[in-house]
């Protein structure tokens, strides 16, 4: 069953795609761009909308299309759930092109070049380094961002670092697990992120990790 449910969600992951519930007036919206095996979510709401991961440099472009496509002017939230180059790549160029409000990652650093261009694209906004559960609101959206212990991965550890999004509207549960390996889906399993949920976006580009059955 797993193993099915893996496929689907690479399959999904593969195309522009929307899962939308409740009436129009409070629809909400999540758009998986097509960005081969990168990560890059857009979720719109009535009056917001929130980036979850870029993909990779090149697709900065898509993104902008996307959001033109759906008339947003603005980012309220960007988050970069961890830095490797396939969830940040395209952070500089949309930070370059479209105004975004609020910008959320991990508390770590990477030496590359995607990071550094990120660093660099930010400027004077403030990077608020996700070190303990933090929530926000988008009209009658709640997004619930895990941060990984910060003392349990080794500096280094990109995909154990992720952050782990939890979104939640009118009663419909949509979890986005980045890039977590076994240790890190236990710790999420202990924190309770680890629930049975309305879609499921699976850890590690669609591979089948500790934990994720749980979620079926």
């Known amino acids: 069953m797993l193993k099915k449910f893996a496929l689907i969600a690479a399959a999904i992951l593969t195309v522009l795609c929307v899962f939308s519930c409740s009436e129009p007036e409070e629809n909400l919206k999540i758009l998986a761009l097509k960005v081969g095996k990168a990560d890059c979510f857009v979720v719109l709401t009535k009056n917001g909308c929130t980036v979850i991961d870029t993909g990779e440099a090149e697709d900065s472009g898509k993104i902008i299309d996307a959001l033109r496509d759906n008339g947003v002017k603005k980012v309220d939230n960007l988050i970069i759930t961890h830095f490797d180059k396939d969830h ?129």
């Open 88 to 216: 940040v790549g395209g952070a500089a160029g949309l930070l370059g092109r479209i105004e975004v409000a609020n910008v959320y990652t991990n508390d770590r650093k990477k030496d590359s070049d995607e990071y550094k261009a990120f660093i660099g694209a930010l400027g004077t906004r403030e990077q608020k380094k996700v070190q303990e559960i933090t929530r926000i609101t988008q009209d009658a959206l709640s997004i619930t961002l895990y941060p990984p212990s910060r003392d349990k991965y080794p500096r280094d550890d990109s995909n154990n670092s992720s952050l782990a999004a939890v979104l939640e509207f009118e009663g419909k549960k949509l979890i986005f697990l980045a890039d977590a390996l076994d240790e890190r889906m236990t710790e999420l399993e202990q924190q309770g992120v680890i629930t049975k949920c309305d879609l499921l976006k699976i850890p590690h580009h669609g591979q089948a990790e500790a934990g994720s059955e749980r979620m079926i």
